[in-house]
Nanobody
């Protein structure tokens, strides 16, 4: 069992920067990542990182505008976002994989085992 709590979401203007945080507690995990969800687009992959090795992967829709990072001691992952746009408006969800590390398909929600409730980001023009 892993409990995930996201924070940092808020309403911002187009072009703003924002950093989200996700803190994990409970069992150990191999991968941790971010997805975002809207009624129109469903659940969309944003970024993921291998907890120990540190390898990172980003979704095509956000590549170049986001950076994922981690704090091992605090069991916290961060998502730094820049140049935010209205299409970035979504509920941002944190997820972890407790099964052995992924070797691909990082963007598939089924690869992850536990999910947080999300933090809402609203970008207005």
């Amino acid at each position: 069992q892993v409990t995930l709590v996201e924070s940092g979401g808020k309403s911002v203007q187009t072009g703003a920067s924002l950093t989200l945080s996700c803190t994990a507690s409970g069992a150990s995990f191999y991968n941790i990542g971010w997805f975002r969800q809207t009624p129109g687009k469903g659940r969309q992959f944003v970024a993921t990182i291998n907890w120990t090795v540190g390898s990172k992967y980003y979704g095509d829709s956000v590549k170049g505008r986001v950076t994922i990072s981690k704090d091992l001691a605090k069991k916290t992952v961060f998502l730094q976002m820049t140049d935010l746009r209205p299409e970035d408006t979504a509920n941002y969800l944190c997820a972890v994989r407790v099964r052995p590390p992924m070797n691909g398909y990082y963007n598939y929600p089924a690869q992850y085992d536990y999910w947080g409730q999300g933090t809402l980001v609203t970008v207005s023009s």
